[in-house]
């Protein structure tokens, strides 16, 4: 079932209001508003999982791959023999999306990119609407803490060869990153921030300074 309109547009509504207004939704909207854009499928949220499952309820699921493969010539005409068409589409929502996006809407995002940095170990995009004051809280324990967790593994499964060590350093470097943003998050989650809608993008946008890509 589809409905046309924006559905999801007020302060703080859920998916249960969502689906008191489309009963039999054929695309589920993201249950906690909080999608990781990360460089590997550490979550089953993981953008590129959602944006694969979008396309499969649009196109079809026999035509994913084709249709996988024609974004990815659409992103990047110059694509590399070894790299693969998911590959190219996750480095786009990892590099470019938020960009384009802020570009889009005259750098009054509604799709805030929440970033760890440079390195981009952590990011996360929240669909301003849905945000409420536990959101941070949430992403700190359900994402960048399960995120530290899964990168540490990932170093315990490292062997002493030169490639693997190479990686271990590359890792170390990222999870310094998520440790500082920890600490950021940490401390804007305790003040519980709220948003006032009617405040417009840009001042909503600005008590997240440090935690969000600048515009």
């Known amino acids: 079932m589809t409905k046309e309109g924006l559905?999801?547009?007020?302060?703080?509504?859920?998916?249960?209001?969502?689906?008191?207004?489309?009963?039999?939704?054929?695309?589920m909207p993201d249950d906690d508003n909080i999608i990781p854009v990360l460089e590997d499928e550490y979550f089953k949220d993981d953008i590129v999982s959602r944006f694969k499952e979008f396309l499969k309820v649009t196109f079809g699921e026999k035509t994913l791959a084709e249709n996988l493969d024609f974004i990815a010539g659409a992103l990047s005409k110059s694509k590399k023999g070894s790299e693969s068409s998911e590959k190219i589409i996750r480095d786009y929502f990892l590099k470019s999306f938020f960009k384009d996006h802020a570009r889009t809407y005259q750098k009054r995002p509604i799709y805030w990119l929440f970033t760890s940095g440079k390195g981009r170990g952590f990011n996360a995009l929240v669909y301003m609407h849905r945000y409420d004051k536990t959101l941070l809280a949430k992403m700190r324990t359900d994402y960048l803490l399960e995120l530290e967790a899964k990168l540490d593994a990932r170093i315990g499964m490292l062997s002493d060869s030169a490639r693997d060590k190479q990686e271990k350093e590359r890792i170390g470097k990222l999870m310094q990153e998520l440790a500082a943003y920890d600490e950021k998050l940490n401390n804007k989650a305790l003040g519980f921030i709220d948003i006032d809608l009617d405040d417009g993008v840009a001042v909503n946008y600005a008590k997240f300074e440090g935690l969000v890509e600048g515009v």
Do not use: R
């Open 7 to 27: 559905i999801l547009a007020n302060k703080g509504e859920t998916i249960k209001d969502f689906l008191v207004k489309v009963p039999a939704p054929s695309f």
